[in-house]
């Protein structure tokens, strides 16, 4: 339940224990920490006032147990929580020997046997992610004042796009996402993709979309390649997001089917620095950055347990078996997640800055 070398982030709880947390090991000494800008995030990435999203109601107020003193980092492990306020086993008993298809429960019971506690997804939950959130949170003392920003934005659900000009300012596509409770900087798309979740929920269906995150500011040459490169970096945080299905860094598959005419990024002299005409590379070369601003999106599957029959086995009988999954599901992951992967790429740029790279 860890990831990261000098940044390290282990993960503690789950979906139906009392808490679900993280702590942070080599966080640097005399970082200011925000209380409450780790708690404006957790709020972005919490269910509770929006109408596409579960009606748990869990508002996920921070508790920060140690490796804080006077609103500094004291340089010791930095461990921190939320409680889980409205959990509901009932439904999850029901499902015990009948495995949601799309859903971790059938495998995890092979790999965990009885023992696992599978209620609300267990530590498969998406709830695992407000630990993640909060480590993003802390490592944004490490980025802002390095004047690297990061955002996140829904670039689709489903079948409705939006896709902004790669120049368009961090400030403004994160004003405009903070807009709506989808996370889309164009407010017209964002009215479509909110209708479209709210058919697929009445119709007991759920949808998908990509999320884009974007960071800009990010010096020349972070990364450790081989095995370390920002992209493996990068895609290892972004894939243990549940429902994250794919990763692409700029023009990612689309690159197969073009000439290196037209990907490659041409260099040219900006005053002192080098620049580049166009961002086809996503800000990546040979898995070191090249100060143009980071880009990836990430493909996020329409959420398992849907309220429709679907077919599946019964464990204990050996036969077959129909389940209507109940409880409270989002119908679209992507509007919460969006924070997520906001927050995974500040720790993925945080960790290999402190690696190496940060002057
Ligand atoms: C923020 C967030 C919320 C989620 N909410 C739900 C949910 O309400 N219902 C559900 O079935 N899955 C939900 N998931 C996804 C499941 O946890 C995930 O699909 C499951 O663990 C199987 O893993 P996989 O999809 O990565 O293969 C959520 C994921 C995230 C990141």
Redesign the pocket.
């Known amino acids: 339940m860890g990831f990261g070398t000098r940044l390290k982030v282990t993960l503690f709880g789950s979906s139906h224990g009392p808490e679900v947390g993280v702590v942070v090991d080599g966080f640097p000494a005399g970082v200011p920490v925000r209380e409450g800008d780790i708690q404006a995030d957790l709020d972005r990435?919490s269910p509770v006032g929006r109408r596409t999203a579960?009606k748990r109601q869990e508002p996920d107020r921070l508790v920060l147990e140690s490796g804080v003193s006077g609103g500094l980092s004291t340089g010791g492990a930095i461990r921190a929580h939320v409680a889980n306020e409205d959990v509901d086993r009932s439904v999850y008993e029901r499902l015990r020997w009948t495995p949601?298809p799309?859903?971790?429960d059938y495998p995890a019971r092979e790999r965990y046997g009885d023992s696992a506690d599978l209620s609300g997804?267990g530590i498969?939950?998406?709830r695992m992610?407000v630990g993640l959130v909060i480590a993003g949170a802390l490592a944004r003392g490490v980025l802002e004042p390095r004047g690297i920003e990061a955002v996140a934005f829904t670039r689709s659900i489903g079948t409705i796009q939006f896709d902004p000009d790669l120049d368009t300012p961090i400030p403004s596509l994160r004003e405009n996402s903070e807009q709506n409770e989808i996370g889309c900087p164009d407010p017209a798309t964002a009215v479509q993709m909110e209708a479209a979740i709210g058919a697929a929920r009445r119709e007991g269906d759920s949808l998908g979309g990509v999320i884009e995150c974007r960071v800009s500011g990010v010096p020349v040459g972070l990364g450790e390649p081989f095995f370390d490169s920002v992209e493996s970096e990068i895609a290892h945080l972004a894939f243990s997001?549940?429902?994250?299905?794919g990763v692409e860094f700029g023009d990612g598959f689309a690159a197969a089917s073009r000439r290196g005419s037209q990907h490659n990024d041409p260099f040219y002299w900006d005053g002192d620095r080098v620049r580049t005409r166009t961002n086809h590379s996503g800000g990546i070369l040979g898995g070191l950055t090249t100060g143009d601003p980071v880009v990836f999106r990430v493909a996020v599957?329409p959420?398992?347990?849907i309220a429709r029959p679907q077919e599946t086995v019964d464990l204990r009988t050996r036969t077959r078996a129909e389940i209507v999954v109940g409880g409270r599901?989002?119908p679209c992951?992507v509007p919460?997640?969006v924070v997520?992967v906001e927050s995974i790429a500040r720790l993925a740029i945080a960790d290999l800055g402190l690696r190496g790279g940060f002057r």
């Open positions: 990435r579960t949601r799309g859903h971790a997804g498969f939950s998406g992610t997001i549940p429902a994250v299905k599957k959420t398992s347990s599901h989002d992951i919460r997640a997520v």
